[in-house]
């Protein structure tokens, strides 16, 4: 089991920063993968960065040059540091960890979401 506790969403301004944590209830490096997911209103789900437990990281496209995705090993913590913001940006943002427990098995686990709103 995994508990994920998110926070630093809020309001921002256009071209603004914010960056988001998430807090592991285990050893962030028994973890296979982290990620951060976000959730516009009416829309599906989508990936926004992914870092590995070898530090290996993926970004969708819309966020490369603009957010970076980094842990604290000996906090066991995730960051997503957002900067230039935009509009499009507004969504719910999720913490999630993957593990791979044996071949073939993949358990997600996911935070309870943290608002994120861009707008002047």
């Known amino acids: 089991q995994v508990q994920l506790v998110e926070s630093g969403g809020g309001l921002v301004q256009p071209g603004g920063s914010l960056r988001l944590s998430c807090a592991t209830s285990?050893?962030?490096?028994?973890?296979?993968?982290m990620g951060w997911y976000r959730q516009a209103a009416g829309k599906q789900r989508e990936l926004v960065a992914t870092?590995?437990?070898?530090?290996?990281?993926n970004y969708a496209d819309s966020v490369k040059g603009r957010f970076t995705i980094s842990r604290d090993n000996t906090k066991n913590t995730v960051y997503l540091q957002m900067n230039s913001l935009k509009a499009e940006d507004t969504a719910v943002y999720y913490c999630?960890?993957?593990?791979?427990?044996?071949?073939?098995?993949?358990?997600?686990?996911w935070g309870q979401g943290t608002q994120v709103t861009v707008s002047s």
């Open positions: 285990r050893s962030i490096l028994s973890i296979n993968a």
């Open positions: 999630s960890a993957t593990l791979y427990p044996r071949p073939g098995m993949r358990t997600d686990y």
């Open positions: 870092i590995t437990s070898d530090g290996s990281t």
